[in-house]
Nanobody
Framework: QVQLVESGGGLVQPGGSLRLSCAAS????????MSWHRQGPGKERELVAV???????DYADSVKGRFTISRDNAKNAVSLQMNSLKSEDTAVYYC?????????WGQGTQVTVSS
């Protein structure tokens, strides 16, 4: 059974940094596109950043220049480095991966930006 396991959320002050990690396991296939999404209080889930297996990336306008997505294909893992965090970045962050034409989601990890 395919699982995406996330780690790295927590509480951070405005202007601080956090790094989220996600590892895929349980499949003989490597992930194609991997991405991070988030859902803030009272908001719909939105795409934050995406990376292809070849390393091509794209970001939501709201995080460009502050967040960096990267992946380790050997470990089937993806990370999200978040810098200069703002209160509006507070949300549950979800890892997403397309593996052999199917879509999988992680359980979510809470990121709270507050002083």
């Amino acid at each position: 059974q395919v699982q995406l396991v996330e780690s790295g959320g927590g509480l951070v002050q405005p202007g601080g940094s956090l790094r989220l990690s996600c590892a895929a396991s349980g499949s003989m296939f490597s992930p194609n596109t991997m991405s991070w999404h988030r859902q803030g209080p009272g908001k719909e889930r939105e795409l934050v950043a995406v990376i292809t297996r070849f390393g091509t990336t794209d970001y939501a306008d709201s995080v460009k220049g502050r967040f960096t997505i990267s992946r380790d294909n050997a470990k089937n893992a993806v990370s999200l480095q978040m810098n200069s965090l703002k209160s509006e970045d507070t949300a549950v962050y979800y890892c997403n991966a397309y593996i052999n034409t199917r879509e999988y989601w992680g359980q979510g990890t809470q990121v709270t930006v507050s002083s």
